[in-house]
């Protein structure tokens, strides 16, 4: 018994959720790309960054490297505050979520706000037990035993307030919100006054630098008020913009201060307002929120698409420090293996990686047309991409060069399929459009779809001669003579059709497509039947890697499906964004796969997409629910699932890797001693727990 307990106890640390690399993580853009909406740094080096989906990301080296954190949740975080230092810190968002850490973000627990209205701001303004957390409408929260119960104050307002900020002590505070809202409170928030703005624009920020008396407001259209008599009287002052203006900060007095906005906007002062010049932020993004920890020289401003951007020469210069594109990517797809792959999308935008997604490298296209599908028959040096206007390019050195083809159409083109060489493919698209050459694209001739609907995915399974397209609404078509003639197929809805794969056959094939849509037929099309797919959003791309079971969808709203018995049952799985996918592609097996969407998204899993990880719902600390029961355990040299032998098992180490795949009657047999976790492959029961011993 030594032995179990001393491999049990560091097996209860990696229960907590949030192992990075397993599941579906990010690899464009970096460090990631949801929208930033709050940053603080406590010092020079240390910093955090919340945003939506629940993001919390952490440097310790002023920016050079960020690492994301588990935050439990997936509502948007708008503000975070670590009042005394690096360790306790606190963040607030949607759906009255407040979030504290002691350990400088390893943990973080969710407190209860006894509200279910977005928080906007949180502020703690000289210990980590006195707080406060507004937001909408008029909520005004305080704690005074570090959250451990947070109480509402009357605010006199149903106004949403955007932001709250106490100088100097716990007793005097300044809030602001909509419609010019401004509060102010001398008693720790007993009574809350309201000001007069001068003003009916949303104001979004407040900052006093130094005292309760002097301090400055922003908002919409570019409005920046100050105040030099506590309020009593606030002043318009000149930005120089009419964009909205978000966040401020004012790091050692009353004079120099920053400010950031929409399109990418950062003003400063160096006199305390008298005059706001513009800075040159090097991004069109809006920029959510400003901090300047220490001085006035180094400061972080984020903002949408994971924007990232410091300075250290006070915005004479400001730097990203996330990296990749963000423009809207639409197709993926790698020819060989799982390291070389390739990219399309927005603005004829062509990525590129040798390395399994670590690097994805742009290459030049020759267009600015979005491009929405491209394709890599045989290897990774000739490929084709089509898109926008009739474009048609092919690359035959891995996309160092990209020549565009004569296509002989200006209509959009959405998907483009090669099925045995380079030389003959096909290219569908909208008004009908269905394209074929047989010399490698240096002729495209057009086909007679018998429709003049829009096309949307072409997909032919074994050969050149029988194939499928899908397209809107409800279309399926298929030939078996190489395109001579398309036949229409009754799909048994009106639905939007988006993508079609044949995993192995001609005969068993999967459609998705709008309203969650999903068709399957095992006998060539003649009949297709409904799937559940148990959401209600558009799905946009499927792809079956290897055999009819198993399979992955993505769509709208970071939606990921997993099958593994043919669409039987299709699961969900954690995609980390809500971001829509356009794409998935999943190159030799079913572990190593890629999805693409809006804002630049790549993300990867290696797992499958679904490790333990993503059942690990709980907040910290609580027990897991575990409804496997393997016996015995601990095992020396394998566990039986009691009445379930015959069932097949997929097993998971604490790193998020699945080892194996076992049959009830014989798990784990072939596993050094460690601590795994266990689940149906059906996924129809909860995750178990199970430890092999010597």
């Keep these: 018994m030594r032995s179990f307990k001393f491999i ?61 954190q588990t935050s439990g949740i997936t509502n948007t975080l708008w503000s975070v505050h670590f009042p005394l230092g690096v360790q306790a810190g606190y963040a607030v968002g949607d759906s009255g979520t407040i979030l504290v850490t002691t350990n400088g973000g390893t943990n973080w ?13 949180v502020h703690f303004p000289v210990d980590a037990q006195t707080g406060y957390a507004v937001g909408g409408p008029g909520i005004i929260l305080k704690t005074t035993n570090g959250g451990a119960n947070w109480v509402s ?21 300044y809030a ?52 030099t008599d506590g309020g009593a009287s606030w002043a ?112 004829g935008t062509i990525l590129k990686t040798t390395d399994g997604g670590a690097n994805w490298a742009s290459q030049n296209s020759g267009t600015t047309y979005t491009l929405r599908s491209i394709h890599f028959p045989l290897d990774v040096q000739t490929g084709y991409a089509v898109g926008q206007l009739g474009t048609i390019l092919k690359t035959a050195d891995g996309g160092a060069n990209w020549t565009s083809q004569s296509s002989g159409t200006t209509n959009d083109l959405s998907s483009v399929h090669f099925p045995l060489d380079i030389q003959t493919g096909y290219a569908v698209g909208q008004l009908g459009t269905i394209l074929v050459t047989t010399d490698g694209g240096a002729n495209w001739a057009s086909q007679i779809s018998g429709t003049t609907q829009p096309l949307s995915s072409v997909h032919f399974p074994l050969d050149a001669q029988t194939g499928y397209i899908v397209g809107g609404p409800g279309i399926i078509l298929k030939t078996t003579n190489g395109g001579t003639n398309w036949v229409s197929q009754s799909s048994g809805t009106t639905r939007f059709l988006r993508s079609v794969h044949f995993p192995v056959d001609a005969q068993t094939g999967y459609v998705v497509g709008s309203a969650s849509t999903i068709l399957k037929t095992t006998d060539g099309g003649a009949n297709w039947t409904s799937q559940s797919s148990g959401i209600t959003y558009t799905l946009r791309s499927l792809h079956f ?77 609580r027990k897991l629910e575990v409804r496997i029961k393997a016996t015995p355990n601990p095992f020396t040299k394998f566990a039986t699932i009691p009445g379930q032998e015959g069932k097949r098992f997929e097993m998971y180490d604490v790193t998020g890797r699945r080892v194996g795949v076992y049959k009830g009657n014989r798990v784990g047999w072939d596993l050094g001693p460690g601590v795994y976790f266990i689940r149906a492959l059906d996924r129809e029961a909860g995750l178990g727990r199970i430890v092999k011993i010597r």
């Design 8 to 68: 049990l106890i560091p097996a209860v640390l990696f229960l907590l959720p949030g192992f990075t690399q397993a599941g579906w993580f990010w690899q464009n853009p970096l460090p990631q790309g949801h929208p930033l909406m709050g940053v603080f740094f406590y010092d020079g080096l240390t910093g955090y960054a919340v945003g939506e989906y629940g993001t919390i990301i952490k440097t310790s080296n002023g920016g050079a490297n960020w690492a994301s």
């Design 109 to 121: 627990t969710r407190q209860s706000s006894g509200t279910t209205e977005p928080l906007y701001s």
């Design 153 to 173: 104050q009357s605010s006199g307002t149903t106004n949403l307030l955007w932001s709250v900020h106490f100088p100097f002590n716990a007793q005097t505070g």
């Design 176 to 227: 602001v919100g909509d419609f010019g809202t401004i509060l102010k409170t001398t008693d720790g928030g007993a009574n809350w006054a309201s000001q007069i703005s001068g003003t009916t624009v949303p104001l979004y920020s407040v900052h006093f630098p130094l005292d309760a008396q002097t301090g400055f407001a922003v908002g919409v259209a570019g409005t920046i008020l100050k105040t």
């Design 236 to 347: 318009s002052q000149s930005s120089g913009t009419t964009n909205p203006l978000n966040s401020l900060s004012f790091p050692l007095d009353t004079q120099t201060g920053y400010a950031v906005g929409v399109a990418g906007t950062i003003l400063v002062t160096t006199n305390g307002g008298a005059n706001w010049a513009n800075q040159i932020s090097g991004t069109t993004s809006e920029l959510s929120s400003v901090h300047f920890p220490q001085n006035t020289q180094t400061g972080y401003a984020v903002g949408v698409s994971g924007t990232i951007l410091v300075t250290t020469d006070g915005g004479t210069n400001w730097s990203n420090q996330n990296s990749g594109t963000r423009w809207d990517l639409y197709s993926v797809h790698f020819s060989l293996d799982t390291q070389t792959g390739y990219a399309a999308g927005y603005n």
């Design 545 to 621: 890697p290897l055999d009819a079971q198993t399979g992955y969808v993505v769509g709208d709203v970071g939606t990921i499906l997993n099958t593994t018995n043919g669409g039987a049952t299709w699961a969900s799985q954690r995609s980390g964004t809500t971001y829509y996918l356009e794409s998935v592609f999943f190159p030799v097996d079913a572990q190593t796969g890629y999805a693409v969407g809006y804002y630049g998204t790549i993300l990867k899993t290696t797992d499958g997409g679904a490790s333990f990880v993503e059942q690990t719902t709980e907040v910290r600390g």
